[in-house]
Every structure is written in C-alpha cells, then in structure tokens.
C-alpha cells in the first residue's frame, strides 16, 4: 500500500494505535499536540540522535525491522550511559516515494521490539517526505536521582576503567557486509555487461544463460561469522550491565557508550575529567569470530577494538575501592587505570611499549 493512500495522520493511527502505556510518568502520549509526561521527583534525561540513510546505515544489508530495533536501541543507550532509565521516546521520520506501508510497519516492528524490552513508551513524533532517502530523527527521554547521575566528568586518578562485553564485533561486522557488497555489484556489473554485449551480437542462448546466472546472484555463506552480524544489525543497550552495577553498590564515577570507539569514548571523558588515562592491550575483551575476521581482512585487531565504533557496550571508571566488587561483575572488564593529566593517555601493548593513544573513532562530519 502506497502511503498517500493513508495519508500523515493515517500512518501515524495505523503505527501507533495498540500503544500501551507502560510508566506513570507518561501522563498522555500519542494523539495529541504534545505529549504530556511528569517528573516531579527526578532528574529528566534528554537525548537525540539523527540516522541518516547511506551516511549511518544501508538498507542493501540491513532490513527495516532490525533498523527499527537498532535506532531504538542506540537512543536507550544513551540514557543508560547516564545511569538513568528511559522512560518515553519520540520517532520522527522522513520518508521517499519508495517506501509503502507495509516497510513502515516493519520499521516500527523493529522499534518497538526494542522499547517493549526496556519498558519505554512512545510518545509522539512526526513525518515528512524526503527526496534523498530515509531519515530517522528519534529522541529518547529518561530519569535519574541526582544523585545517581554519571557524567563524563568524574573521573578522578587512581580510578579503575572498566568495559561491559567485547569490543571491535560490531566494525567487523561492517567490514564483512561491506566487502560483500562490492563482491556482488562487481559479479552483477560483470554479468551486466556480458549480458549486453550477448545481446547486441545477437546469442540468445548465451543471453539466456546469463540472465540466469544473474537471477542466481545469491546470498554470501556468513556461517562463522553470525555474531558478527549480530553486533552490526541487532544491536543492544547495556542496560543488563546497569543493574548489575547498582545490585552491587557501584556506581561509577564516569561513563559512556561506547558509540564512536573505545579510544575516543576515553578521550571525551580524560578530557572533561581533566585527567590521563592508562590501558593495556592484553585486557581488550576481543571475541574468537572478531580476531579471525581482522585476521582474514589483515586488519590489526586491537587497532578495530580501540577505533570501530558501534559496539554499544559502556566504559566506565570506579574508585579502586570497589576493585573486588567489580572484578566479580560478569561481562565486566578491567581494561586500565586513571591517571594524573600530565601522564598522558598510554595503551600499554603486550610487550609493554607505550603508545600515545589516539581517538580514531567514528567522525560523522
């Protein structure tokens, strides 16, 4: 179904209209010109991300529905990252002729298979129409005490810098879905040509064969490597590793997800903590598919663990006094320490040199 056929209104009723509201801070949400939330005794959180169709995500490899869950679920993180819960969110888009309904019904599938995990209503939103392809604008909004708020800004020397899960999956993923993309456009232009010219010289039977082969196109053998994709196109906010956090009376004194890659989350907070950072290279949680790939690729594997971005996971510091406390944590990894400014940022490798670490992560501009 084309969706003039629904029009704005119609789409947005036929997307929304079995919302169930889950927290009592949401006073009233989709239906009317604002959305009506209160929060009389906590913190409220605010975040926005904007998606931009072939600047953060191709739809060659990644399907509505898991881009639906992943936008969700990179906004959520954000609120995480705060030590807040989320609460609502708001789902602006902007769509081409070439979408229909049922692609927007995958789209909040997706989307709302991610909320309903982490208790989040959905608000409100808006669509337009856009002559340069999709364009997702989600804004996730959240609470916290205040006094359980974590900045970016806390942490102090002698800290501990922790990691959740395992880093580099998601940019091997990306590697991976983007060679394949090139292999098969440059099979498909080859038998393109080959087609053409049988054509022009008039071979039907060769001509035949070829549309054949072309229709035979298939899809690349990813067995091995299906928890690469997973980190790509499924991705998850660490709210897990949150409450495992506060179960055990830790609350870190700063942190991030780990959006942008490891080395430049670190940055931002030695940064605005006025601090120098320590890391080791043997305590880089890497997976066994993650270094098989960069090897296959001849891409140094701590290199993609410190830079590729997407992994999602939080990096965090705590004082040294919660040492046992946060070794026990399961899927929690002591990659280093806080140091004083004038010390640097060092990435100690395994054979203990010392690097200057540098914050190579993603650039969006």
């Given at each position: 179904m084309e969706i003039t056929k629904l029009g704005e209104f119609g789409l947005i009723e036929?997307?929304?209209?079995?919302?169930?509201?889950?927290?009592?801070?949401?006073?009233?949400?989709?239906?009317?010109?604002?959305?009506?939330?209160?929060?009389?005794?906590?913190?409220?959180?605010?975040?926005?991300d904007l998606l931009m169709e072939g600047v953060h995500f191709d739809l060659t490899y990644i399907d509505l529905k898991h881009l639906g869950y992943k936008s969700a679920m990179v906004n959520i993180s954000d609120i995480f990252a705060m030590n807040g819960t989320p609460r609502q969110m708001t789902v602006s888009l902007a769509l081409s002729k070439r979408f229909n309904v049922e692609d927007m019904d995958s789209f909040y599938e997706g989307l709302r298979a991610a909320c309903d995990k982490w208790g989040v209503d959905i608000v409100g939103g808006d669509t337009t129409s856009s002559y340069t392809g999709l364009a997702i604008s989600i804004t996730c909004i959240g609470e916290a005490r205040k006094e359980d708020i974590v900045y970016r800004n806390g942490a102090k020397d002698t800290d501990l810098i922790c990691v959740s899960g395992d880093l580099g999956a998601a940019y091997m993923g990306l590697q991976l879905l983007e060679r394949e993309k090139s292999v098969y456009y440059s099979q498909f232009n080859e038998l393109q040509k080959?087609?053409?010219?049988?054509?022009?010289?008039?071979?039907?039977?060769?001509?035949?064969?070829?549309?054949?082969?072309?229709?035979?196109?298939?899809?690349?053998?990813?067995?091995?490597?299906?928890?690469?994709?997973?980190?790509?196109?499924?991705?998850e906010a660490r709210?897990?590793?949150?409450?495992?956090?506060?179960?055990?009376?830790?609350?870190p004194t700063a942190m991030m997800d780990v959006s942008d890659g490891l080395s430049s989350e670190l940055m931002h907070i030695c940064k605005q903590s006025g601090v120098g950072c320590r890391i080791y290279e043997k305590n880089l949680p890497i997976d066994y598919q993650t270094a098989v790939m960069a090897?296959?690729?001849?891409?140094n594997v701590t290199t993609c663990a410190l830079n590729g971005g997407e992994d999602y996971e939080l990096v965090f510091t705590v004082p040294i006094g919660d040492h046992e406390r946060v070794e026990a944590l399961e899927d929690v990894h002591l990659i280093g320490h806080i140091t004083r400014q004038e010390l640097g940022h060092i990435l100690v490798t395994r054979d203990n040199q010392e690097f200057e670490l540098k914050a190579q992560g993603w650039n969006p501009l």
């Open positions: 036929r997307l929304t209209k079995d919302i169930q509201i889950k927290n009592e801070s949401t006073k009233y949400g989709v239906g009317d010109d604002c959305a009506v939330l209160s929060y009389p005794d906590t913190e409220v959180l605010v975040t926005t080959k087609l053409k010219m049988a054509q022009d010289t008039g071979e039907r039977e060769k001509a035949a064969n070829i549309k054949l082969q072309l229709t035979n196109l298939g899809q690349p053998d990813f067995s091995g490597k299906e928890y690469l994709l997973q980190r790509q196109l499924q991705t709210g897990d590793i949150i409450q495992k956090l506060r179960e055990a009376g830790i609350r090897e296959e690729m001849e891409m």
